[in-house]
């Protein structure tokens, strides 16, 4: 069969581990493409919220396996934290997580350049969740790295002492203090964990896979705003969100993609620093941020919030080749008496449809308004319940973006979701 991908089509967070865990049932494999344990996902059922950096988001389905692939950075840390955490809630992880022998291991030396780096960029800083992603990607770049697979050979401690060597020497060039002793005691303890797990050469279990006519969902992280090559760069992640980032990030060929599912708020939200032109730093803001619970799960952050942004949207579906999407959060929209769609930018004094090269405060939206629909969809399970302005505000949306919204999920239960045709009416 083939592999479809789950991805996030504005700066994260937009609720990819919920739909996962929903789709998880389709398939028979769950695979991570890239990022780390700056990704924060979460999943509710059972009255039981769960938040994973690492581990994919179909781990709580008995029988499907879930990959982290190549792409994939690993704090062994916080995978242990995550793994402790499952296995007390009787979830088989050593049984259910395979993990790349090539994906790339943060040293506890990657967490304190990823503060010291920040720290100097001072008011320009990226906001980075300070998990030692750009470090470990550099360092996979820059071919110094040390992955998964280097742990069970002899000589892992040379190399790992080696790179620190390296890193201490950079960190001379910050005015930071720190102790690495304790971090260097976790590591190690997660470093013997992670031997317990069943490393494997994660592209060919996966291309065996597919000739066996199993099923795959590659599962995202962040969002493609915050891709490294086509997000708002600087202020972006270390690593291809995108599609793309599917066929390197597991040892995929294009050809094996089918569906393409992007997700996507109701409205916007953004972590960290960096332009976002439908921001609502006000009153507005605040009431989304608050109705929507809108604060980092990896970090605790507030998250900036403002209105969904069509430009970006479009930007995002062409980069990924979106064949269907997910709109999640609409309820949060519920006591909102009239939404503003923001559809195009007024750029450099010129009105444009498109994303530019460079955002700044050079770019302001432009908006259209479309009256709420004032009413609580937490609870409707179907589709024709949905109150009309509701049902107008998907036609609209999905005729701007040429594409179906397949996925309407109204809460953040794994139950309050509603799937739909795959086709455009
Ligand atoms: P991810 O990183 O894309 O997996 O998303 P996060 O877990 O960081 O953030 C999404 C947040 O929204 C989580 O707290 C979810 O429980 C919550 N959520 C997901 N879908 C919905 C929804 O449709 N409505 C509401 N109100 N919350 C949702
Ligand atoms: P999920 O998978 C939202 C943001 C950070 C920062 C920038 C760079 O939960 O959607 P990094 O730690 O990667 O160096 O941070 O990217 N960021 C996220 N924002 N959701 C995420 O993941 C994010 N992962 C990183 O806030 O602005
Ligand atoms: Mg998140």
Redesign the pocket.
């Given at each position: 069969m083939a592999v479809d991908v789950l991805l996030?089509l504005q700066w994260?967070?937009?609720?990819?581990?919920?739909i996962v865990d929903v789709l998880t049932p389709e398939y028979d494999i769950i695979a991570r493409f890239q990022g780390g344990p700056n990704?924060?996902?979460?999943?509710?059922f059972e009255g039981i919220?769960h938040?994973l950096h690492t581990i994919p988001?179909g781990i709580f389905h008995k029988g499907v396996k879930n990959v982290v692939g190549n792409g994939v950075v690993i704090d062994p840390v916080i995978l242990k934290i995550e793994i402790d955490k499952l296995l007390k809630m009787g979830v088989d992880v050593k049984e259910q997580m395979l993990i790349s022998k090539k994906a790339h291991l943060i040293l506890p030396s990657h967490k304190l350049l990823d503060k010291a780096s920040e720290m100097a960029k001072g008011k320009a800083k990226i906001g980075s969740t300070l998990k030692g992603i750009g470090p470990t990607y550099m360092d996979k770049t820059g071919r110094n790295g040390l992955r998964i697979g280097d742990i069970f050979e002899a000589g892992f401690q040379e190399k790992y002492l080696s790179l620190v060597k390296k890193h201490k020497n950079m960190l001379n060039f910050y005015d930071m203090d720190y102790n690495l002793d304790d971090m260097e005691v976790e590591f190690h303890q997660g470093i013997e964990t992670i031997k317990e797990l069943t490393a494997i050469d994660s592209e060919h279990y996966l291309n065996k896979a597919i000739k066996a006519g199993k099923n795959i969902l590659a599962e995202g992280?962040q969002g493609t705003l915050l891709d490294i090559d086509f997000g708002t760069y600087p202020f972006v992640t270390s690593s291809n969100t995108i599609t793309a980032g599917t066929c390197t990030g597991l040892g995929i060929a294009p050809n094996k993609i089918d569906r393409i599912v992007g997700?996507f708020k109701a409205y916007c939200t953004r972590v960290g620093s960096g332009p976002f032109p439908s921001e609502e730093d006000n009153e507005t803001g605040e009431r989304i941020r608050k109705l929507?619970?809108e604060f980092?799960?990896t970090t605790g952050r507030e998250r900036r919030c403002g209105w969904i942004d069509l430009p970006a949207l479009k930007y995002a579906i062409m980069i990924n080749g979106v064949t269907e999407l997910s709109m999640?959060?609409?309820?949060?929209l519920d006591s909102f008496e009239s939404i503003k769609v923001c559809t195009h930018y007024i750029h450099n004094g010129e009105k444009i449809d498109y994303f530019p090269y460079n955002i700044n405060n050079n770019v302001e939206p432009v908006y259209i308004e479309k009256k709420g629909w004032n009413i609580d969809t937490t609870k409707i399970t179907s589709e024709s319940e949905f109150p009309k302005e509701l049902v107008d505000y998907i036609a609209y949306l999905e005729a701007e973006l040429e594409t179906p919204i397949s996925i309407i999920?109204?809460?953040?239960d794994r139950s309050?979701t509603i799937q739909r045709d795959r086709v455009l009416a």
């Open positions: 996030g994260g967070d937009e609720g990819k581990g919920k990704a924060g996902h979460t999943l509710e919220k938040v988001s992280a997700i929507g619970f980092g799960a999640m959060k609409g309820d949060v999920s109204v809460g953040p309050q």
